[in-house]
């Protein structure tokens, strides 16, 4: 029961001129692909969590066997990440916030101008690779927060509601060293209908 690579919901190309084809292909086909390769060989060394949940390997990353704890935690988390990264693109998505998650946004940033500058600064801030994320805390609030390498924000008990991969691999291709202007430009693909799908799941 090893771990696929989840296909793209959409072609390489579908992302122009905001996520350029060939960062597409090398980020999902090669990237990913080594993430999900590399935490199968991880299990492969102890079959008895073969039935475990990629979610349910990372929730419980202290306890599982020492020697594969750092593996499922940088190629586990990056699995999940990227899983959920492809689904809350879209090309032509270049909306405001509908829905539930306008309210969001609204009650807890005060307007969604507010929430992305934020969103940007917090992304732009975090040193080195990361990502940048919009939660929903165990406490029930709403948080931006930034995490370090693949570390996943469900290792602190936080739903993932929406978040932007800012490893220069997602950007360097076309941005090269300007990460704001990528951060600024991903809104553009964002697909609102998928995040408020996770924001009804993150009160489940
Ligand atoms: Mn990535």
Redo the contacts with the bound molecule.
């Keep these: 029961m090893a771990f696929e690579l989840p296909p793209l919901p959409y072609n390489y190309d579908a992302l122009e001129p905001y996520i350029d084809t060939q960062t597409m292909q090398l ?1 999902h086909d090669q ?2 692909q080594a993430y999900v390769s590399n935490v199968n060989a991880a299990l492969e060394k102890h079959p008895e969590l073969n039935s475990k949940s990629i979610e349910e390997l990372i929730i419980n990353i202290n306890s599982l066997p020492k020697d594969i704890q750092a593996t499922v935690c940088n190629n586990g988390g ?1 699995h999940i ?2 899983a959920m ?1 492809w689904q809350i693109m879209a090309p032509h998505a270049d909306g405001e916030p509908t829905g539930a998650i306008a309210d969001v946004i609204n009650d807890n940033f005060g307007n969604f101008e507010n929430f992305k500058q934020r969103f940007n600064d917090s992304g732009v801030k975090q040193f080195g690779s990361g990502w940048v994320w919009l939660v929903r805390t165990p406490e029930n609030r709403f948080e931006i927060i930034s995490t370090h390498n693949q570390d996943s924000p469900i290792t602190s008990g936080s739903f993932p509601i929406m978040g932007n ?1 800012v ?1 220069e ?2 950007y360097y291709l076309k941005y090269q060293n300007r990460r704001p202007e990528y951060l600024k430009q991903w809104w553009n693909v964002v697909n609102w209908d998928e995040i408020n799908k996770r924001l009804q799941i993150s009160m489940h």
């Design positions: 980020h990237h990913h990056g990440n990227h990264f991969d490893w691999h997602a």
